[in-house]
């Protein structure tokens, strides 16, 4: 079977560990692994299969897209849900990071041609849990981050491919955006 790879921007700290904290909640609260089997992210390219050898020329062309672009900022506030499944901290003010994707999704089109095209809109958030939460949880898990404030803002300065080892994601080195001074 052909590797599995995605696309991310990883929050620095101290976000990254706010963020791994709430994943590491849920995951005592509900037993859900799908919270911890990747660090906090917010994803870009949702996971693909393509050959193994693709991950080089991946790279090359990622970091030469990077050197275009200039970091930004994303700011998160709250929690939110996709249906019962996947609970997520919200992107607020995504118009930064939805044109960077757009940039993104126009030169992987153009460079990465192995990249397939998301039919999806894209929506910009951090999961916190997917997939494997206990149905008969979700409602207490609904009340308990409904009442329950976050927000922080971060730098994208990056961002991140991974690949599926079989078990885990295994992240690659972040590529640093063109001009990645601190803002």
């Known amino acids: 079977m052909l590797p599995l790879y995605l696309v991310a921007v990883l929050p620095p700290e101290p976000v990254f560990a706010e963020t791994w904290a709430l994943k590491q909640e849920v995951h005592q609260l509900?037993?859900?692994?799908?919270a911890v089997r990747l660090p906090p992210h917010i994803t870009l390219l949702p996971p693909f299969r393509a050959p193994g050898t693709f991950e080089a020329d991946c790279l090359a062309s990622l970091t030469e897209f990077a050197t275009t672009e200039s970091p930004f900022d994303v700011a998160l506030d709250g929690f939110a849900w996709f249906g019962n499944r996947t609970l997520f901290v919200h992107v607020a003010?995504?118009?930064?990071?939805?044109?960077?994707?757009?940039?993104?999704?126009?030169?992987?089109?153009e460079h990465l041609p192995l990249v397939p095209l998301e039919s999806r809109p894209f929506t910009p958030h951090l999961t916190l849990a997917t997939r494997d939460?206990?149905?008969?949880?979700?409602?207490e898990l609904r009340q308990l981050f409904a009442g329950r404030p976050y927000a922080a803002t971060f730098a994208v300065s990056g961002l991140t491919l991974f690949r599926h080892d079989g078990q885990q994601w295994q992240p690659r080195p972040t590529i640093a955006l063109g001009d990645s001074s601190p803002r």
């Open 93 to 109: 003010a995504a118009e930064a990071i939805k044109a960077f994707h757009a940039r993104l999704s126009r030169w992987c089109t």
């Open 30 to 34: 509900t037993g859900s692994r799908n």
């Open 133 to 139: 939460l206990p149905p008969a949880q979700v409602p």
